[in-house]
C-alpha cells in the first residue's frame, strides 16, 4: 500500500471545507491521532473559555451564583430542548447517559418476579445497574440474544418471543446506538412490541444527540430515554439529557436528595447543592458552535464519509470480512472484527487498546463482544483520512505481533 502519511496536526483532504471545524479548533494534542471519539469526546476552545468563565464567575461570588442558577439552568435546559426536539418540561440535566439510565432504575418500583429484559449489547454500566436494581426488588433479568447480522425483522422477532414468555416484561432497557457493537437499534419495531406486551421502555440513547438528527423522534414513544452531550455534540464532560413521557415523569427524582426535591420533575433536577453544572450552562455553546460551523447537517455528512472510507481501508489492511457486521451501522460508528485470539475478553481488548495508543500514538477503540475482539471506528469532523492511512501502514504488524505472543 502506498500512501502519503502526514504528521497528525498538518491538514490534508478537504480540510475547512463549507467551513466545518478542525483540529486547530480543539484543545486535542496534535502529536497524537485521536481516533476514538466515541468514548470521550472533545470540547471546541470556544466552549473551554465559556466553561472557564463560569467556573471563574461561580468562584468570584458563590452566593449570587446559587441566587440566580436555577433560572439560567432552565434556559439552557430550554435550548438543549429545542435541539433535540422536545420541550423543556420533558429534559431534565444528568451527568451522563450512565446516570440518566441509573435515575430511572432507581425510581422505579418492579413486582417481585417481574421480568427486566436487555440485550446482550447492553452498556456495561448499565447492565450492573439493571441487575443490581431487579436484585433489590426481587426482578429477574432476561437478556435478548442479538447477531450482528440480524436483520431488523430477526430482532423484532427475538424481542417478540422474549416478551411473549414467561413472566410479565415490567421494563425493557436497549441501546439506541450499541456502545460495544456499533448498532444502531430498529427502535421502533423494539417499542411498539414491548408496549403491546405492557412493558415500559428505557432508551440508552448514550451516542445518539449530534449523531442522529432526530433522536428522540427515532426512539418515539419510550417512556424514557437518556443521552450524553459529551460525545457528539462536544459539550463539556458531566452534560447529559434525560428525556421522560409525560405520564411517566414525575415518578423520576435525582439520585441524591437535595432542596429541589419538592419540585416537580424537571424542575426538581435543577437544584443539586453545590454541584459544579457549569458544563450543563456552557453545553448551547457546543451546540451553536457546530450549527455556525458549517451546520449540524454537513457535519453528519463529513463523519460519515470518513468512517465509511476508513472501515474500508484498514478492513483490507487487516484482511477482515467485513459481512457479518455490515448490518444496522451505526451512523459515523463502524467495527473492524479482528482475528479471532486477540480481545477475547475486555480486559485482553484493553491492553490491546493501550499497546495501540503507547506504540502508534493513536487513541482507539478495541472492543470485546460475545468472545470476539473488534477494532470500532468512530469519526468526527476533525478526523483526515491520513490519519486512517498511518493506522492502515503500522496496526497490521503490531496485531500480528500480538497473535504470535497470545498462542
Known amino acids: 500500500m502506498t500512501t502519503q502519511v502526514q504528521a497528525p496536526g498538518t491538514t490534508g483532504g478537504d480540510e475547512g471545507t463549507a467551513g466545518l471545524p478542525t483540529l486547530a479548533d480543539f484543545a486535542l494534542d496534535p502529536e497524537v491521532r485521536h481516533l476514538n471519539h466515541g468514548s470521550f469526546g472533545t470540547v471546541p476552545r470556544p466552549v473551554l473559555d465559556r466553561l472557564a468563565a463560569l467556573r471563574a464567575e461561580m468562584e468570584s461570588n458563590p452566593d449570587a451564583w446559587w441566587r440566580t442558577l436555577t433560572g439560567r439552568i432552565a434556559a439552557a435546559r430550554a435550548e438543549v430542548a429545542a435541539f433535540l426536539r422536545t420541550t423543556p418540561d420533558a429534559l431534565a440535566f444528568v451527568p451522563n447517559a450512565s446516570s440518566g439510565a441509573s435515575t430511572v432504575l432507581a425510581s422505579l418500583r418492579f413486582p417481585r418476579g417481574a421480568r427486566v429484559l436487555m440485550t446482550d449489547h447492553t452498556y456495561g454500566a448499565v447492565a450492573m445497574g439493571v441487575r443490581r436494581v431487579a436484585a433489590l426488588h426481587g426482578a429477574v433479568v432476561d437478556t435478548v440474544h442479538v447477531p450482528l447480522d ?66 428522540l423522534g427515532h426512539a418515539s414513544g419510550a417512556d424514557y430515554w437518556t443521552g450524553n452531550l459529551h460525545k457528539w455534540t462536544c459539550g463539556p464532560r458531566g452534560t447529559a439529557a434525560l428525556v421522560a413521557a409525560e405520564d411517566v415523569a414525575q415518578e423520576l427524582v435525582p439520585l441524591v436528595n437535595s432542596w429541589g426535591a419538592p419540585n416537580p420533575y424537571p424542575h426538581r433536577f435543577d437544584e443539586q447543592g453545590t454541584q459544579d453544572v457549569t458544563g450543563w450552562l456552557a453545553v448551547p455553546g457546543s451546540l451553536a458552535f457546530f450549527a455556525e460551523r458549517g451546520g449540524w447537517d454537513a457535519a453528519r455528512a463529513r463523519m460519515e464519509r470518513t468512517v465509511t472510507a476508513a472501515q474500508a481501508l484498514l478492513a483490507e489492511a487487516l484482511g477482515a470480512d467485513l459481512a457479518g457486521v455490515s448490518v444496522h451501522e451505526a451512523p459515523a460508528m463502524r467495527l473492524i472484527p479482528l482475528a479471532a ?32 475482539g473488534f477494532l470500532r471506528l468512530s469519526a468526527h469532523v476533525y478526523n483526515r483520512p491520513e490519519e486512517y492511512e498511518y493506522l492502515a501502514e503500522r496496526l497490521p504488524a503490531l496485531f500480528a505481533a500480538a497473535e504470535r505472543e497470545a498462542d
Open 341 to 372: 485470539t486477540l480481545a477475547t475478553d475486555p480486559d485482553r481488548a484493553a491492553a490491546l487498546q493501550r499497546r495501540v495508543a503507547a506504540e502508534l500514538r493513536c487513541e482507539v477503540s478495541i472492543t470485546s463482544w460475545d468472545g470476539r
Open 150 to 215: 440480524a436483520s431488523t425483522e430477526d430482532i423484532a422477532s427475538l424481542f417478540a418471543r422474549k416478551l411473549g414468555s414467561g413472566a410479565p416484561v415490567a421494563l425493557v432497557v436497549v441501546d439506541q446506538i450499541t456502545s460495544p457493537t456499533a448498532r444502531l437499534f430498529p427502535l421502533p419495531e423494539i417499542v411498539a412490541a414491548s408496549h403491546a406486551a405492557g412493558a415500559r421502555v428505557l432508551v440508552d440513547g448514550a451516542h445518539a444527540p449530534g449523531l442522529l438528527a432526530d433522536p
